[in-house]
C-alpha cells in the first residue's frame, strides 16, 4: 500500500512535469528529449544486472547480512558501470550527431542516477522499509516537477535545461536512498544463500534476471522507438503522451510486482504457501479490473484535452487502446512474479523475450499502415503474449483471466469509437465481486502475519 500509494503521488507529479515539458518545447524537440531517456534507461539497465532483484529475493531470508548484500551489489555494478558508460556515450554521440551539445550526457546521468539506487531501494523493500523507499522515490518527482515549473516560468525552452533539471532530482533522489538504507541496513549474524559466497555464483544466480532486464524496457519503449524511426519524432511524442497515463496506471501493477517479489521469495520453499498467496493476489488483480478500466478511460478523456495542446488530442484514442494492455498486464502480475521468484527464472526472461518480438514484429507490421494506432495494438499484442504464456509458464490453465482480457480488449476498442456498447466492460464486475467473497472467505495464516 506504501508503493501504490506513493506511485499515485509520483503519477500526478510526473503527469504534471510531462505537461509542463509538452507546453515548454516543441513537439519535435519533446519527442527527442523523450527518446534519448528512453534510450539511456534501456542501455544502462544493463548495469543493474539483475543484482537488486536477487537483493530483493534473499535478504528477507538474512536480514542481518543486508550492509554486506547491498555493498556487494554496489561494487558490481559500480565495476560494470565504468567502462560500459564510456562506451554508451560514443555510441549515442554517433546515433544523435547533431543534437545540443551536453543533452546526452544530461540524459546520461538521469538513466546512471537511476540505476545505482537500486540496490539500497531494494534493500528497504527487503527489510519491510516500503513507506521509506517510497518517500524517496516521490522526492524525485517532486523536485523535478518543482525545477520545470520553475523553468517554464521564466520562460526557458532549451530542452538541455529540462533535462538538468530532472538529473538533479534524480541525484538527490540517489542521495537519499543511500543515506537512508545505510542507516536501515544491518551485519548481525545470519547467512546469505549459497549463490552469494562468489562474484560468479551471484552473477550466474542473477543472470537470468539480467537478462530479462536486458529486455524488459522494450515491453513498454519499443513502439516509441519503432515510431521515432519509421514515422517522426512527433508521432513518438503523441505515442508518449497517450503512453503517459497507461504508463501510469502500470504504477500499480508494478507496485504489486515490487511487493511480491520478497512475499513469494520469502515461500518459494513452501508450495502450499506460495500457492495462497498467488491465489491471494490473483483475486486483487481481478477486483482491480473495472475500477482500472472506469477510471483510466474518464480520467484521460478529459485530462489530455485540459493540460495538452490540441496537438495531442488524438492520444485519447490512443490510451484507450492501450488500456486493454493495462487489463492484461494487470492480470499477468501473480504468474510472472511466480516465475521470479521460483526455481527457473529462466522461464521469466523466456517470457520476456517473447512479448518483446511478437511485439517488435507486430509494431513493424501495423506502424508502416496504422501510424500511431498501429503502435498501440501492437503493444497490445505483446501484453496478450504477457498473460498468456506466463500462465502458460506457470502450467496454470485459468480461464477466467482469458475471458477478462478478451472483454477488455472488445470494450477498449468500443471505447476509442466512441460506441455505447462499451458498457459490455460493466460484466467485469461480476468476477470482481466474486473475487471480494473468495478473498473474504480465506483464512490468514500466521506466517503471513
Not at 506504501?2 to 504534471?16: E, H, Q, R, Y
Not at 519503432?226 to 507496485?255: F, K, N, R
Request: hydrophobic fraction near 55%; charge should be negative.
Amino acid at each position: 500500500m506504501w508503493l501504490a500509494s506513493s506511485d499515485g503521488l509520483a503519477i500526478i507529479l510526473g503527469l504534471a512535469g510531462q505537461i509542463i515539458l509538452a507546453k515548454a518545447l516543441l513537439q519535435s524537440d519533446y519527442g527527442l528529449l523523450v527518446v534519448i531517456l528512453d534510450a539511456f534507461a534501456t542501455m544502462y539497465i544493463l548495469i543493474d544486472a539483475g543484482l537488486p532483484t536477487i537483493l530483493a529475493r534473499d535478504v528477507p531470508r538474512a536480514t542481518g547480512k543486508s550492509r554486506q548484500a547491498v555493498h556487494k551489489i554496489l561494487k558490481l555494478q559500480g565495476m560494470i558501470a565504468i567502462p560500459f558508460v564510456i562506451l554508451s556515450l560514443f555510441a549515442s554521440h554517433m546515433i544523435w550527431s547533431e543534437v545540443p551539445a551536453g543533452l546526452l550526457e544530461v540524459c546520461a546521468i538521469v538513466a546512471i542516477g537511476h540505476i545505482m539506487s537500486y540496490p539500497h531501494r531494494s534493500v528497504l523493500r527487503a527489510l519491510g522499509e516500503a513507506r521509506i523507499e517510497s518517500i524517496v522515490k516521490l522526492s524525485e518527482r517532486l523536485v523535478a516537477t518543482s525545477l520545470y515549473w520553475i523553468l517554464l516560468s521564466q520562460g526557458y525552452t532549451d530542452p538541455r535545461m529540462y533535462a538538468a533539471a530532472f538529473a538533479i532530482a534524480v541525484l538527490i533522489s540517489l542521495a537519499l536512498a543511500i543515506w537512508r538504507g545505510e542507516k536501515i541496513v544491518r551485519d548481525d549474524g545470519d547467512e546469505l544463500p549459497e549463490d552469494w559466497s562468489s562474484n560468479k555464483s551471484l552473477f550466474i544466480a542473477a543472470l537470468p534476471f539480467a537478462v530479462t532486464l536486458g529486455i524488459l524496457p522494450y515491453v513498454t519503449k519499443l513502439e516509441k522507438f519503432l515510431l521515432a524511426g519509421i514515422s517522426s519524432y512527433e508521432d513518438a511524442g503523441l505515442y508518449h503522451v497517450a503512453q503517459l497515463a497507461w504508463i501510469a496506471g502500470l504504477m500499480l501493477p508494478q507496485a504489486m510486482r515490487a511487493a511480491l517479489l520478497p512475499y513469494l521469495g520469502e515461500v518459494r520453499d513452501e508450495p502450499r504457501e506460495f500457492s495462497n498467496r498467488m491465489l491471494k493476489a490473483h483475486h486483487y488483480t481481478v477486483i482491480l479490473v473495472p475500477i482500472g478500466l472506469l477510471v483510466g478511460h474518464l480520467v484521460v478523456k478529459f485530462a489530455i484535452p485540459t493540460f495538452f495542446d490540441a496537438a495531442y488530442s488524438d492520444a485519447v484514442e490512443v490510451f484507450d487502446i492501450l488500456l486493454a494492455g493495462w487489463v492484461m498486464t494487470l492480470l499477468a502480475v501473480p504468474w510472472y512474479v511466480a516465475l521470479q521468484a521460483g526455481h527457473s527464472p529462466w522461464r521469466f526472461t523466456t517470457l520476456i523475450g517473447l512479448v518483446v518480438l511478437i511485439a517488435g514484429i507486430s509494431g513493424y507490421l501495423l506502424i508502416p499502415s496504422a501510424g500511431v494506432l498501429g503502435a498501440a495494438w501492437a503493444s497490445v499484442i505483446g501484453c496478450a503474449v504477457m498473460l498468456s504464456m506466463a500462465k502458460f509458464l506457470c502450467d496454470d490453465l485459468d480461464w477466467l483471466t482469458d475471458m477478462l482480457a478478451i472483454l477488455a480488449v472488445l470494450t477498449a476498442y468500443l471505447i476509442s469509437i466512441g460506441s455505447w456498447f462499451a458498457l459490455i466492460g460493466i460484466l467485469t464486475v461480476i468476477p470482481a465481486m466474486s473475487s471480494i467473497r473468495e478473498l473474504r472467505g480465506l483464512p490468514g495464516s500466521d506466517q503471513e502475519e
